[in-house]
């Protein structure tokens, strides 16, 4: 085969360090910019805060003014749970009945997030007048114990991990666990929900009406009470009574089914809104959190001595150059993200006005082509992006949403069908909940296309239980 040689020419795209920074400063959260810029701040000597309260990474001064919004991570439990959550009492996403139960027990805890599951109980352990021996295995218990205050480990694993010299035995550590199960908070230390159950059970008043209905349940038909199956439930404990069934379950519903959920041993995070929207003279207006913005400068000090020594720089020119970029990409970080916000409140202020059930539909593209920057560039500012609304606070990318038909031919945003099914779901008889498809009908007298499945889809994208699992008497 002949060789040859070929020239080809071709353009390729490189990336300056001065772009490559602008890009990872836009994606980054406020938390996570202002740990970038600390950093900066002690790598090179150019750069300082214009103002010595800047946040720095550290909880903003006045942060109930800027509308910080403590977040939290909660999960759902098993059936049962579900059962608890969706029974007679109401459950909001960002809250507990924690505080109630308190008040009921004549307890404080308002210091167990920063106190510590573990630490709390270690504490309640010093005040028992037990041996050496006895101390070190209720210790053992309590280390082994999960974030929900469940000993998800069996004895005989326990006893397999102790070394052989010590001789234990489960009928020891079971006496050790009973020690734990007699502390605060009550149900801490079971090895499942139906002994946690009981535990707090048994710490209620004798004569508590329908507490031996409610151990019979817990006890023995707790798998009956996650399947609905309250007929079945019923005739096995011989109630004849519809209120009377209902009282037990609203005893048992009263219990916690994690006993350490009041424990939080993570670090409280906090966010704090990019940007403010205002109703001003009939206009949503979007302005900048100035509490949000990190204000730089180059240090003085240091530039007058670069200017004594032009051409001798060395090491410092390169920093001040660093230290411009920075400040310019900080600069303009906060410009895009205000032209970003803007052009989204312009095109959601129906939302504004009239709450979720008015959210259009809207695409990444479509404020792309209005701002005139890439889709790729509105993905990074709505990421991690908040603005505080009259509504509440919200994450950029909570205003786009997929279209779907209606029968006038026009789009609606799957934010506000979403909104109207938990409407429906809210207002629904629970004796007979309503079913996906009648959900799909409801929403077809609304004028809003919607099918079965994505009904479906859109309920357990809300964790919302299906029919089955919301009914209850």
Same mark, same amino acid.
């Given at each position: 085969?002949?060789?040859?040689?070929?020239?080809?020419? %071709?353009?390729?795209?490189?990336?300056?360090?001065?772009?490559?920074? %602008?890009?990872?400063?836009?994606?980054? %959260?406020?938390?996570?910019?202002?740990?970038?810029?600390?950093?900066?701040?002690?790598?090179?000597?150019?750069?300082?805060?214009?103002? !010595?309260?800047?946040?720095?990474?550290?909880?903003? %001064?006045?942060?109930?003014?800027?509308?910080?919004?403590?977040?939290?991570?909660?999960?759902?439990?098993?059936?049962?749970?579900?059962?608890?959550?969706?029974?007679?009492?109401?459950?909001?996403?960002?809250?507990?009945?924690?505080?109630?139960?308190? !008040?009921?027990?004549?307890?404080?805890?308002?210091?167990?997030?920063?106190?510590?599951?573990?630490?709390?109980?270690?504490?309640?352990?010093?005040?028992?007048?037990?041996?050496?021996?006895?101390?070190?295995? &209720?210790?053992?218990?309590?280390?082994?114990?999960?974030?929900?205050?469940?000993?998800?480990?069996?004895?005989?694993?326990?006893?397999?991990?102790?070394?052989?010299?010590?001789?234990?035995?489960?009928?020891?550590?079971?006496?050790?666990?009973?020690?734990?199960?007699?502390?605060?908070?009550?149900?801490?230390?079971?090895?499942?929900?139906?002994?946690?159950?009981?535990?707090?059970?048994?710490?209620?008043?004798?004569?508590?009406?329908?507490?031996?209905?409610?151990?019979?349940?817990?006890?023995?038909?707790?798998?009956?009470?996650?399947?609905?199956?309250?007929?079945?439930?019923k005739r096995l404990l011989g109630i004849a009574d519809d209120?009377?069934?209902?009282?037990?379950?609203?005893?048992?519903?009263?219990?916690?089914?994690?006993?350490?959920? /009041?424990?939080?041993?993570?670090?409280?995070?906090?966010?704090?809104?990019? &940007?403010?929207?205002?109703?001003?003279?009939?206009?949503?207006?979007?302005?900048?959190?100035? !509490?949000?913005?990190?204000?730089?400068?180059?240090?003085?000090?240091?530039?007058?001595?670069?200017?004594?020594?032009?051409?001798?720089?060395?090491?410092?020119?390169?920093?001040?150059?660093?230290?411009?970029?920075?400040?310019?990409?900080?600069?303009?970080?906060?410009?895009?993200?205000?032209?970003? /916000?803007?052009?989204?409140?312009?095109?959601?202020?129906?939302?504004?006005?009239?709450?979720?059930?008015?959210?259009?539909?809207?695409?990444?593209?479509?404020?792309?082509?209005?701002?005139?920057?890439?889709?790729?560039?509105?993905?990074?500012?709505?990421?991690?992006?908040?603005?505080?609304?009259?509504?509440?606070?919200?994450?950029?990318?909570?205003?786009?949403?997929?279209?779907?038909?209606?029968?006038?031919?026009?789009?609606?945003?799957?934010?506000?069908?979403?909104?109207?099914?938990?409407?429906?779901?809210?207002?629904?008889?629970?004796?007979?909940?309503?079913?996906?498809?009648?959900?799909?009908?409801?929403?077809?007298?609304?004028?809003?296309?919607?099918?079965?499945?994505?009904?479906?889809?859109?309920?357990?994208q809300m964790n919302i239980p299906p029919a089955n699992q919301r009914k209850s008497l």
């Amino acid at each position: 085969m002949k060789q040859s040689l070929q020239l080809k020419l %071709s353009h390729q795209l490189a990336l300056t360090p001065q772009l490559q920074q %602008s890009i990872r400063l836009l994606q980054l %959260s406020t938390q996570e910019l202002n740990q970038e810029i600390a950093q900066m701040l002690q790598e090179n000597p150019m750069l300082e805060r214009a103002d !010595e309260a800047g946040m720095g990474g550290e909880e903003p %001064s006045g942060a109930d003014e800027a509308g910080t919004q403590e977040t939290s991570n909660q999960d759902v439990a098993d059936a049962v749970y579900d059962e608890m959550a969706w029974g007679d009492r109401h459950v909001s996403s960002g809250g507990s009945d924690d505080d109630d139960d308190d !008040e009921r027990r004549g307890y404080q805890q308002s210091d167990e997030g920063s106190l510590g599951l573990r630490q709390h109980l270690l504490d309640q352990l010093a005040m028992m007048p037990l041996t050496v021996r006895d101390h070190g295995l &209720v210790a053992l218990m309590i280390e082994a114990l999960d974030e929900d205050g469940y000993l998800s480990t069996s004895l005989a694993e326990l006893v397999a991990m102790l070394p052989e010299e010590m001789e234990v035995e489960e009928d020891e550590l079971l006496t050790a666990l009973r020690l734990l199960q007699s502390m605060d908070p009550p149900g801490v230390g079971a090895r499942d929900l139906g002994e946690s159950l009981l535990l707090q059970l048994n710490e209620l008043p004798a004569d508590t009406p329908y507490l031996a209905e409610a151990r019979a349940l817990v006890a023995r038909h707790l798998d009956l009470l996650a399947e609905r199956e309250y007929g079945k439930i019923k005739r096995l404990l011989g109630i004849a009574d519809d209120r009377d069934f209902i009282a037990v379950r609203q005893l048992i519903t009263s219990l916690n089914p994690r006993p350490a959920a /009041s424990f939080d041993s993570g670090r409280t995070q906090y966010v704090v809104p990019d &940007v403010f929207v205002r109703k001003v003279k009939g206009e949503w207006i979007v302005s900048l959190n100035p !509490e949000a913005m990190p204000k730089l400068r180059i240090n003085e000090v240091y530039a007058n001595i670069l200017r004594q020594n032009r051409g001798g720089g060395g090491q410092l020119s390169g920093q001040m150059q660093e230290a411009r970029w920075l400040i310019k990409n900080v600069q303009q970080r906060f410009q895009t993200i205000l032209k970003v /916000s803007q052009a989204i409140v312009d095109r959601q202020r129906m939302f504004f006005e009239h709450g979720e059930v008015a959210m259009r539909p809207l695409v990444l593209r479509e404020i792309a082509e209005s701002v005139g920057l890439h889709e790729s560039t509105i993905s990074r500012v709505t990421n991690q992006k908040y603005m505080m609304t009259p509504r509440g606070l919200y994450e950029f990318k909570y205003f786009f949403g997929n279209a779907l038909a209606t029968e006038a031919g026009g789009a609606a945003s799957s934010t506000a069908i979403k909104a109207l099914l938990r409407q429906f779901v809210e207002a629904e008889d629970r004796s007979g909940p309503l079913s996906d498809s009648a959900i799909s009908e409801m929403l077809s007298k609304q004028g809003f296309v919607v099918a079965r499945r994505t009904v479906a889809k859109y309920r357990e994208q809300m964790n919302i239980p299906p029919a089955n699992q919301r009914k209850s008497l």
